[in-house]
């Protein structure tokens, strides 16, 4: 554990991560304080660490290059407080459900996980604390813009598809800080791709050094995969694919990625079971909230990218209105339209971005769009219709009218139970 007793440490950011690393260091007798606009240059820091909400242009950056006063993320922070094994986990989704899996079946397998990160809880604080027997850890690509020494044991992307580029304004910036999560892995290490859903361009320039391994519920190869109706891994059978609870050929895949990791570690079958057969799905990740009239009715409201989104519209059955919008991420809906199932005949676009979704509908010459500024609105709206699904899936933040996409689920599931009263 490096010593940081008596340093004078400045953190950026009092989310769950500045907090946790607040915590951590001060546990650790540094001298610690929250940056504000007053005492960036005044206090004399030793140390900065920044939480992942801190963009890269901030003056915090500016003053510790020009300073050259050393910086690093929370989550460098957790790795230098880590003296365990560390599983981490990235991808544009997916990577909470398995991030969770995975701390499930070591707990299956009766050994203590400390399930931390981009996930809701910190590293640092979760490493500092120590009482476990592996990290998994879940990492955003907003952590990995800042890692340093940063090494997993085991790295997984999940999958990568446009997010985030407000913030990282290309998708070549978006790809490379995805790629950080393995930049620092040697020969000993394993990294565990999908072959799948990770596109040529994400890799350009990508040369891993720890063995790699791949995820697919399209046929035999090295690692964890689907084949006629069972999981393998190496080739050996762990178990039938309808041992996994979770719905969707997503879920399948966010499966065989946990399986993967655990198989690694050398977790055996009957640990592998238990977890995925006893498995729930986070709130407000297409859940089915109530059946009214026969009308489905579903909250996916952590469905904040166009991939998510496509998948949460491919597991209806039947047609489906959507409510589609939020605040804007930097992209458009093009590929959202081009690749919706033919079951989702309307679209209910709300919030800052309703009509950037109008508008790709419109250019692809899909569905049936009505643009709204009301959330309660737009859901009347969509309940209004003859088809069997409405779903909340909306392909965005939710910032502009909410305080995360939690709040944005339980307002939707309020308006489902008053239409139930009604």
Known sequence: MKDFAGKRVLVAGRGISGAGAFEALSGLGAICAYTDETNIASFGADLIVVSPGIETNQPVFTYAKENAIPLI???????LLCDKPIIAITGTNGKTTVTRLIGDIFAAAGQKAAVCGNIGNSFSLAAYKGGYDVAVTEVSSFQLETVDKFRPRIAVITNISPD??????????????KRNIAR???????????QDDIPLYALENFA???????TSVRGKLKGAYLFGGDIYYMSEKVCSADRVRLEGEHNMKNA??????AKICG????????????????AHRLKLVARINGKNYYNDSKGTNIMASVCAAECMCGDTCMIVGGSDKGYEYDELFSRLPETVVRVAAVGETADKVKAAADRCGRCTVETFNDFAEAFYWAKSGG???????PASA???MFSSYGERGEAFERLVRDAAEK
């Not at 088809?387 to 899936?393: D, H, R």
């Open 256 to 261: 065989l990625a946990a399986v993967c990791a």
């Open 73 to 79: 993320g929370e989550i460098e922070l957790g790795y």
């Open 387 to 393: 088809e069997e699904n409405v779903l909340l899936s």
């Open 184 to 194: 620092n892995q040697t020969e000993e290490d394993f990294l565990i791709l999908s």
């Open 164 to 177: 985030h580029l407000n913030r990282h304004k290309t998708m070549q910036a978006y790809c490379a800080a």
């Open 267 to 282: 977790i055996d079958n009957a640990a592998v079971v238990s977890a995925l057969t006893s498995f729930k799905p986070d």
């Open 208 to 214: 891993p050094k720890g063995k790699t391994l791949y």
């Open 398 to 400: 939710s910032f502009d």
